[in-house]
């Protein structure tokens, strides 16, 4: 079975700073991927960035990039110069074939 | 290139009553999902559809939950009778194929509350 684990309910970062949201994971199975998304208040969930279990370097997608240790289990996302606009919730998600959510991390931007 | 369209955005029901939500995936996506997400978690897969087939229905709550995807394109999923627990909202996804790095696009979701 696989699990996912985001130990931060709520973050707070000031505007322009770099924010890291954290994700651990489980699974047995040797091939999978790693995704975040975002939530707003609107409902709609975004995709941000996809890691895949084989890939060597760590993913990046403009201000997003995932900060993946294997032996960690870990796949953090790190969002440098916060916009007012990234205030929602984050999800971390992991797919050996179907889609596994975490609870999620509300993330506030502050002016 | 249009998104995932999911109807009613809201619904107000009484609890055994039934309701029915839609879906219409992307154009050319062969991969629809349904999830249920509650208040303060993340979505839950209820059911996986593969071109008109299911994948996966293995938390789909068959005795009062069912979904189809008549000729492959838009789905329907309803819930007969409903329960105070299924208070949620309900989110649509969909995707070009079903496979472990394949991106899906998710509709803006039916916020369904059981009084």
């Known amino acids: 079975a696989q699990k996912i684990t985001q130990t931060q309910p709520g973050m707070f970062v000031q505007e322009k700073e770099a924010v890291t949201l954290d994700c651990t994971y489980d699974t047995s199975d040797q091939s999978y991927g790693l995704f975040w998304y975002k939530q707003p208040s609107s409902g709609e969930m975004i995709f941000l960035i996809y890691?895949?279990?084989?890939?060597?370097q760590n993913a990046t997608e403009g201000r997003y990039s995932l900060n993946f240790q294997k032996a960690r289990k870990s796949a953090n996302l790190v969002i440098s110069a916060s916009q007012l606009g990234d205030s929602a919730m984050y999800f971390c998600?992991?797919?050996?074939?179907?889609?596994?959510f975490g609870t999620g991390t509300r993330l506030q931007v502050f002016p | 290139e249009a998104g995932v369209a999911q109807s009613p955005r809201y619904k107000i029901i009484e609890k055994r009553q039934s309701v029915a939500f839609w879906c219409n995936p992307i154009?050319?996506?062969?991969?629809l999902y349904w999830y249920q997400q509650i208040l303060g978690q993340g979505p839950k897969l209820l059911i996986q559809f593969q071109n008109n087939g299911v994948v996966d229905d293995s938390q789909l709550p068959k005795d009062r939950f069912s979904a189809e995807r008549l000729k492959g394109v838009d789905s329907t999923l309803k819930i007969q009778p409903a329960k105070l627990e299924d208070s949620a909202v309900y989110l649509c996804?969909?995707?070009?194929?079903w496979g472990q790095g394949w991106e899906q696009y998710f509709g803006p979701g039916t916020r369904l509350t059981v009084t």
């Open positions: 154009s050319g996506h062969a991969t």
């Open positions: 996804a969909s995707s070009l194929v």
């Open positions: 890691q895949g279990s084989y890939d060597e």
């Open positions: 998600a992991i797919s050996p074939d179907k889609l596994i």
